[in-house]
């Protein structure tokens, strides 16, 4: 099993910027890409951004130019810089890793409130 701990999340005004942490522990051999997720009050839960052990991103369009997420591979640990934030991106934020032996399993993390005031 693999355990996910994200932390960094609080309250910005619009402009501001956060950075989320999500921390690994467990079978870490196991996990293959990261990514984060968010959901909004009343909406689906919905792709931010991914990265590859390799480094390969991936952006939803609503955040590219403004979002970018990094890896830190032996700490196992992937971050989200958010920059330039609106109150659209308020949502709590899910960390997820892929299980690189099982397609299509992944892990997911308790979720972070992020809060962006106008």
């Known amino acids: 099993q693999v355990q996910l701990v994200e932390s960094g999340g609080g309250l910005v005004q619009a402009g501001g910027s956060l950075r989320l942490s999500c921390a690994a522990s467990g079978s870490i051999f196991s996990i293959n890409a990261m990514g984060w997720h968010r959901q909004a009050p009343g909406k689906q839960r919905e792709l931010v951004a991914t990265i590859t052990s390799a480094g390969s991103t991936n952006y939803a369009d609503s955040v590219k130019g403004r979002f970018t997420i990094s890896r830190d591979n032996d700490k196992i640990t992937v971050y989200l810089q958010m920059n330039s934030l609106k109150p659209e991106d308020t949502a709590v934020y899910y960390c997820?890793?892929?299980?690189?032996?099982?397609?299509?399993?992944?892990?997911w993390g308790q979720g972070t409130q992020v809060t962006v005031s106008s």
């Open positions: 997820n890793a892929e299980n690189r032996f099982r397609a299509g399993y992944y892990y």
